[in-house]
T-cell receptor, first 112, second 116 residues
Framework: GESVGLHLPTLSVQEGDNSIINCAYS??????FIWYKQESGKGPQFIID?????DKRQGQRVTVLLNKTVKHLSLQIAATQPGDSAVYFC???????????FGTGTSLTVIP | DTGVSQDPRHKITKRGQNVTFRCDPI?????LYWYRQTLGQGPEFLTY????????KSRLLSDRFSAERPKGSFSTLEIQRTEQGDSAMYLC??????????????FGQGTRLTVV
């Protein structure tokens, strides 16, 4: 089956610094990717997505970068805030999105 | 419509009992997904509906698990003869068809099942 993994299981950053969360995927046919944020006891919350015909997409304080050559995805959070503390998952799917594959997640802790 | 709604939020049951969870998706979404998540892991796909048709099931979905979406709106997930290994967070998500816009799946808050 597909393998979606994250390089770092935990990440601690100072409030106000930028955060970078990385994700590797193994299915070269995957063409749609999503970053989710999950707070304790809650369901995953959509942050930003990107299709394989793009290599960068920006949202409010977040940027997703996609490198299809090395099958790598990253999430950049600018000016990290305490409310950003959560577990972040990348998810991938192929084609019509019948099934999303999730990585293990990276736990982000923001130090005030 | 404020998003995907799941009921109950928490369920404690004795081993061997049957449980049923309900999911109400975002109203205009015709795709509905069930996922299972254990502590420290990402969500694992269980099954997927396009309207009322169940189009895909994971091998994780044993014969004790059954999901329905009778009218293409809400869905139920039933687990029969629960086992302790069924303890997990059960997540429901919904999305639109790719041709009608974004394919992003929006998740509910989940149902936390504890089998004792």
């Amino acid at each position: 089956g597909e393998s979606v993994g994250l390089h770092l299981p935990t990440l601690s950053v100072q409030e106000g610094d930028n955060s970078i969360i990385n994700c590797a995927y193994s299915n070269s046919a995957s063409d749609y990717f999503i970053w989710y944020k999950q707070e304790s006891g809650k369901g995953p919350q959509f942050i930003i997505d990107i299709r394989s015909n793009m290599d960068k997409r920006q949202g409010q304080r977040v940027t997703v970068l996609l490198n299809k050559t090395v099958k790598h995805l990253s999430l950049q959070i600018a000016a990290t805030q305490p409310g950003d503390s959560a577990v972040y998952f990348c998810a991938e799917t192929e084609g019509t999105g019948n099934q999303f594959y999730f990585g293990t997640g990276t736990s982000l802790t923001v130090i005030p | 419509d404020t998003g995907v709604s799941q009921d109950p939020r928490h369920k404690i049951t004795k081993r061997g009992q049957n449980v049923t969870f309900r999911c109400d998706p975002i109203s205009e979404h015709n795709r509905l997904y069930w996922y299972r998540q254990t502590l420290g892991q990402g969500p694992e796909f269980l099954t997927y509906f396009q309207n009322e048709a169940q189009l895909e099931k994971s091998r994780l979905l044993s014969d004790r698990f059954s999901a329905e979406r009778p009218k293409g709106s809400f869905s139920t997930l039933e687990i029969q003869r629960t086992e302790q290994g069924d303890s997990a967070m059960y997540l429901c998500a919904s999305s639109s068809d790719p041709g009608t816009g974004g394919t992003e799946a929006f998740f509910g808050q989940g149902t936390r099942l504890t089998v004792v």
